[in-house]
């Protein structure tokens, strides 16, 4: 038996066709939702005429929208039908130019209907979505570069000494994540190295005593870091005011543990280069390659050096000469010419060593002579297993 009450619904067609908003009029029918009226304004957004739109719902009240959204609505409609509720929801359409369409659906219930037609409208939000998008792939993309520079950013609230950071899940999605008490509890949970403590106490301090941009290198873990390795953070505050007292920062840990491995290795490198010029047994220079200067060398070079050499000239004319055995002199040229250490270097080599014989006096000019072992001068002393040796600087 015929419901009088949906019957008298289509007293609204004629008015619906001329609307121009997209509008559709669905009765909900034994065999399922039924598409009874929809007006210019939904024909224009679906891009198709409206004996086509009826055709294709006739078989399928689904069959205008896109494949990956069509059972997942499907269930949804349903439901919301059997409940007999108003309801709204976002799903795909293709339009009859094949274009990916965002809807945004909302259905009401007719009033005299008992429940079983709806008076629904069609919102384009394509743009919406599209900019939605597009702000999630650059957060994406810059959560990424800063998790890949291993950067961390968090505000900080003054007044409450609480810090707020975003966490993200696996599907993307953000989480706030607060932690009070700092930085006292920060130091309770054991991601300050006790070492590190007091200069990690002193950089609040600073910081609520009105320093606008204090930092500190500390040794820390990540939150949660139990049983993680210890590693170098520089940590930076940023004040943010807007004229009145200061009660929030900015945040910023950078991760510097290489960095400080680096400048370890350099200032170690550079107390043995120290020593070696201060030790009277070992001949060394510090050379600048690509300008064909030496900058700095050893005492036992001084005598030669008051002749302005360049690396080339010392290398050709002192060195190489005051190589007796020929095959040697050619090894070492070979070996520290400054081309080739240039080319070595270009191709990220670490230097050379070479052992090789020299005539001391020839080295001095004849200005010093060195005494043998019987208290009598000798005019030569070969040096054995005393190599010459090149450090780059990167």
């Known amino acids: 038996m015929e419901n009088n009450s949906v019957n008298a619904v289509y007293d609204y067609d004629d008015s619906i066709l001329r609307l121009p908003c997209a509008i559709a009029v669905v009765a909900i029918e034994r065999g399922g939702p039924a598409l009874r009226s929809v007006s210019d304004g939904f024909c224009r957004m679906f891009g198709l005429p409206r004996d086509a739109i009826f055709a294709a719902c006739k078989t399928d009240f689904f069959a205008l929208l896109h494949p990956n959204d069509k059972e997942a609505i499907r269930k949804k409609f349903t439901l919301h039908c059997r409940a007999r509720e108003d309801f709204s929801m976002q799903h795909r359409i293709l339009d009859g130019r094949g274009?990916?369409?965002?809807?945004?659906?909302?259905?009401?219930?007719?009033?005299?209907?008992?429940?079983?037609v709806y008076f629904v409208n069609f919102a384009d939000i394509t743009s919406d979505k599209e900019q939605e998008d597009s702000t999630l792939m650059t957060q994406k993309k810059y959560r990424t570069a800063l998790q890949k520079a291993e950067v961390d950013i968090w505000d900080y609230d003054m007044e409450h000494r609480s810090v707020t950071r975003k966490s993200y899940t696996q599907d993307g999605s953000c989480v706030d994540k607060v932690i009070c008490d700092v930085p006292e509890s920060v130091i309770g949970y054991g991601w300050v190295h006790p070492d590190s403590i007091e200069k990690y106490r002193g950089l609040y301090a600073r910081l609520h005593l009105g320093e606008k941009e204090p930092f500190v290198d500390i040794l820390g873990k990540n939150d949660g870091g139990a049983g993680l390795e210890w590693r170098w953070k520089r940590l930076r505050y940023m004040t943010v005011s807007d004229g009145g007292p200061v009660k929030h920062a900015i945040g910023v840990g950078l991760d510097i543990t290489e960095q400080k491995a680096a400048e370890d290795r350099f200032q170690s490198e550079l107390a043995y280069r120290e020593e070696m010029f201060k030790d009277k047994n070992i001949m060394s220079m510090?050379?600048?390659?690509?300008?064909?200067?030496?900058?700095?060398?050893?005492?036992?070079?001084?005598?030669?050096?008051?002749?302005n050499y360049s690396y080339d000239n010392f290398?050709?004319?002192?060195?190489?000469?005051?190589?007796?055995?020929?095959?040697?002199?050619?090894?070492?040229?070979?070996?520290?010419?400054?081309?080739n250490l240039l080319n070595s270097y270009n191709a990220g080599g670490g230097g050379g060593i070479l052992s090789y014989s020299v005539r001391i006096s020839e080295i001095h000019a004849g200005r010093h002579a060195e005494m043998g072992d019987d208290g009598h001068q000798n005019t030569y002393k070969t040096v054995h297993q005393r190599g010459h040796r090149v450090y780059h600087d990167r």
């Open 315 to 339: 290398i050709s004319n002192v060195i190489s000469s005051s190589i007796p055995e020929e095959t040697q002199r050619e090894r070492f040229i070979e070996t520290f010419a400054r081309e």
């Open 286 to 307: 510090r050379l600048n390659l690509t300008a064909d200067v030496i900058e700095h060398a050893s005492q036992q070079y001084q005598p030669i050096l008051k002749g």
């Open 99 to 116: 274009r990916c369409v965002w809807l945004l659906v909302s259905a009401q219930i007719l009033p005299n209907a008992d429940g079983a």
